[in-house]
C-alpha cells in the first residue's frame, strides 16, 4: 500500500508564503515524477509543478517565478514553495506521483489528499 501525505497549507496574508510538503510511504519501490495540483472551489484541478526523478521541473505560467518545486528523493518527499501568494492562489492542493510499487511491473498515480491554502487579509 502506498500513501501521499501533504502537509503545510494554511491560511496566509497576501504576498506571503507558504511551503507544502508531500511525503510517499509503504511499499515503494522507485519513485518517477512528482507534482502538485489544485483545484480552487467551481473550477477543474489543474497543474502547479511538476519535478522529475532526475530534476526537470515544469511550472504552471501562473506560478512562474513564484513558485519553486523540489523533491528530496532519500526521503521520497516533494516541496512546494510558494512565494508572493495572491488571492486567486486559493485552492486545495494535491500532491501527485507515480510510483512503482515492491514487485510491480508498472507505475501508478497516486494522490494525496490535499491541503487547503486560503489566501486572505
Known amino acids: 500500500q502506498v500513501q501521499l501525505v501533504e502537509s503545510g497549507g494554511g491560511l496566509v496574508q497576501p504576498g506571503g508564503s507558504l511551503t507544502l510538503s508531500c511525503a510517499a510511504s509503504?511499499?515503494?519501490?522507485?519513485?518517477?515524477?512528482m507534482g502538485w495540483y489544485r483545484q480552487a472551489p467551481g473550477k477543474e484541478r489543474g497543474l502547479v509543478a511538476v519535478?522529475?526523478?532526475?530534476?526537470?521541473?515544469n511550472y504552471a505560467d501562473s506560478v512562474k517565478g513564484r513558485f519553486t518545486i523540489s523533491r528530496d528523493n532519500a526521503k521520497n518527499t516533494v516541496y512546494l514553495q510558494m512565494n508572493s501568494l495572491k488571492p486567486e492562489d486559493t485552492a486545495a492542493y494535491y500532491c501527485?506521483?507515480?510510483?512503482?510499487?515492491?514487485?510491480?511491473?508498472?507505475?501508478?498515480?497516486?494522490w494525496g489528499k490535499g491541503t487547503l491554502v486560503t489566501v486572505s487579509s
Open positions: 519535478i522529475t526523478s532526475g530534476g526537470s521541473t
Open positions: 509503504g511499499s515503494i519501490s522507485r519513485v518517477n515524477a
Open positions: 501527485n506521483a507515480n510510483i512503482y510499487s515492491r514487485g510491480s511491473l508498472y507505475g501508478m498515480d497516486y
